[in-house]
């Protein structure tokens, strides 16, 4: 039975929320410090992404069991604008915040799997899995 | 139905808090009763009683002052609001049913026993949530106050050399007073450089990152260097993920090697002395 628990992001303190709970998780699973910060940047970046440009969302954390093979997924979701680009999104440098334009590419490279569902007008559903080595 | 309610309340109090307290049992467990001792439990299922047959006897002012002590003291015992509202509501329903039993309340003057209890149920619910959200927005407003004490400020610690340690979160409201203290600073204790020492911020993403460049790109705009220490070596791997290039910086793993650096900058360094 795979164990979810989420944060329902609506202010920038929900943030810190989401990152508490899916550093407690990871914690659980076994993740060592160095996972652990890897995790908790990666929710903060989905999170932020969020409150900045959906308003509202949420942040669900997954315990994984894959035959034997333990890890932890961040399923973000919104109903925003959803991304227009999803490949300039992708790209080191691009943000339309004026940012780094590090957050997605960084939560991809952060984590081991990586997958965006968006439609425009509907939302957006980001799915990042990281596994237990 | 004015007298006989109050009188009824007093002459069977013991009965009443007893059927309460079963109600309260059954709905809510053990639990409920195990977290607290039996003492308290009796004296404020007491003064609750006491307080319905005030809300009928006494005039609306002694009342008041009533409701407002007991609800200050249910506040402070730390019950959920929602147990609160719930033994309200059980105690009500206790009383209904017990009234109902001794054949003073029938279908005659069901709509007058109502009236009764909307006149003091009403006020007590208001006054519990009033008393409820204002114990809570004072505790957000201290811990915010507290928050803020414990914001950025820059320290000097040698002629020229200052840190800044920030500790906790960084938020935008943060951020932006780093960024305050950070450039007033610098300029009124003539900072030629300044070290961030980032050991205690818990998490360092693209957000965290963006701010403490920009801080560091205003603080050579006033002419002085800034320094990025105390990085932890999971920091240091989460940021190379990311892909933040921090190459304008100099940065050091602990606050004592970038203050080494900082000392040599300024042409200066710790020597032990002889002690003679």
């Known amino acids: 039975m795979a164990y979810r628990s989420s944060v329902d992001i609506h202010t920038e303190w929900d943030i810190v929320a989401a990152r508490q709970l899916g550093r407690n998780e990871a914690k659980k699973v076994g993740f060592g410090t160095v996972d652990q910060a890897r995790i908790t940047t990666a929710i903060s970046e989905l999170a932020r992404n969020i409150y900045l440009y959906a308003g509202a969302g949420k942040i669900e954390i997954e315990r994984l069991n894959e035959d034997g093979l333990f890890g932890i997924a961040i399923i973000a979701s919104d109903e925003g604008p959803g991304i227009p680009d999803v490949r300039k999104v992708m790209e080191d440098g691009y943000s339309t915040s004026g940012g780094l334009g590090a957050g997605m590419p960084g939560v991809k490279r952060l984590m081991d799997d990586f997958r965006i569902d968006t439609e425009r007008g509907k939302g957006t559903k980001i799915t990042a899995i990281k596994w237990l080595r | ?276």
């Not at chain 2, 105690?91 to 009236?115: C, G, M, P, Q, W």
Request: aromatic share 6%; proline share 3%.
């Open chain 2, 1 to 276: 139905m004015y007298r006989k309610v109050p009188q009824f309340v007093e002459t069977h109090l013991e009965e009443i808090i007893d059927s309460w307290k079963t109600r309260m049992k059954d709905e809510h467990g053990e639990k409920f009763f195990h977290i607290m001792p039996e003492e308290v439990i009796e004296r404020t299922s007491r003064d609750f009683a006491d307080l319905i047959v005030s809300s009928l006897t006494e005039d609306s002012n002694q009342y008041d002052e009533k409701l407002h002590n007991f609800s200050e003291r249910i506040v402070r015992l730390g019950w959920s609001i929602s147990l609160v509202m719930k033994a309200i509501e059980n105690f009500s329903d206790t009383l209904y049913d017990l009234l109902r039993k001794a054949e003073i309340l029938d279908d005659s003057n069901v709509a007058e026993y109502f009236d009764i209890l909307n006149n003091w149920i009403k006020p007590l619910r208001q006054e519990v949530v009033e008393m409820y959200s204002h114990t809570w927005e004072r505790t957000v407003n201290l811990q915010k106050i507290a928050l803020q004490e414990l914001s950025a400020s820059l320290i000097p610690v040698f002629d020229k050399i200052s840190v800044m340690p920030l500790v906790g979160t960084i938020d935008t409201e943060r951020a932006k007073l780093i960024m305050e203290n950070l450039l007033e600073g610098v300029v009124r204790q003539r900072a030629e450089v300044v070290l961030l020492d980032i050991t205690s911020v818990p998490v360092v993403d693209t957000m965290v990152a963006h701010h403490i460049i920009q801080a560091a790109d205003a603080v050579r705009l006033v002419g002085a260097r800034c320094m990025l220490v105390g990085i932890r070596p999971e920091i240091a791997q989460t940021i190379v993920a990311l892909g933040i290039s921090l190459e304008d910086f100099t940065t050091t793993s602990t606050l004592q090697r970038g203050m080494q650096e900082a000392l040599a900058l300024t042409n200066r360094k710790i020597v032990e002395v002889d002690e003679q």
